[in-house]
């Protein structure tokens, strides 16, 4: 297993660190393209012309999106295990 998934921080559990693996994840994919990251979170029409369900229609209430902004905004890149 990689280390990667190993380190996880003290006072940290399991579903914490998921979340901020799939924060970080979705800011690196912002960057590589801001649009395929628009539709993941929001749902959209992807590449090949298919309605697509976002993450905000399946999982209504979540915290994710307001996550992701809250550590872009403080710089977070989705270097591996970087929180702010």
Known sequence: MSDL??????GEGEDEFRHRCLVRAILKMRLQD?????VWINGGVNR????VK?????HPGSILER?????W????RGS?????
């Open 54 to 58: 976002g993450w905000n229609e399946m």
């Open 34 to 38: 801001r649009q395929k990251a628009h």
């Open 80 to 84: 591996d295990g970087e929180w702010k």
């Open 67 to 71: 996550d992701i902004r809250d550590q």
């Open 5 to 10: 998934f190993t380190r996880w921080g003290e």
């Open 48 to 51: 090949v012309g298919k309605r």
């Open 73 to 76: 905004d403080k710089g977070n």
